[in-house]
């Protein structure tokens, strides 16, 4: 894995921790938006419900309910949301098998 993708998964990792109440909240400031467009990023990308939920590990039931409005993304989900819709192809890089 490049040096960018360690990057990304471990400032993933960090977010999640923030997202956890883990990290000191001195030492962070994030934005995670309060609402996201699941499938507007999904259909920006030009992509199925089955081939972004196979591209960026989400199960397929939960993309739709996320979708359709059944469920709401936690804090965490929303920020890996919002990676993927600036950075498609570094998240596809980062979870890649080497």
Known sequence: M???GQGLVEA???AAAIARG?????TY?????????VKAIRAGLG???AEFAAS?????GTLRDLEQ????????TRAYLLVISREPEAVQRA???S
């Open 2 to 4: 490049s040096s960018f």
């Open 12 to 14: 993933a990792r960090q």
């Open 22 to 26: 883990e990290a000191d909240p001195a």
């Open 29 to 37: 400031r994030v934005h995670v938006p309060a609402d996201i467009d």
């Open 47 to 49: 992509l199925t419900q």
């Open 56 to 60: 960026y590990g989400f199960p397929i």
């Open 69 to 76: 409005g059944r469920a709401r993304p936690d804090a965490s």
């Open 95 to 97: 979870l890649a098998t």
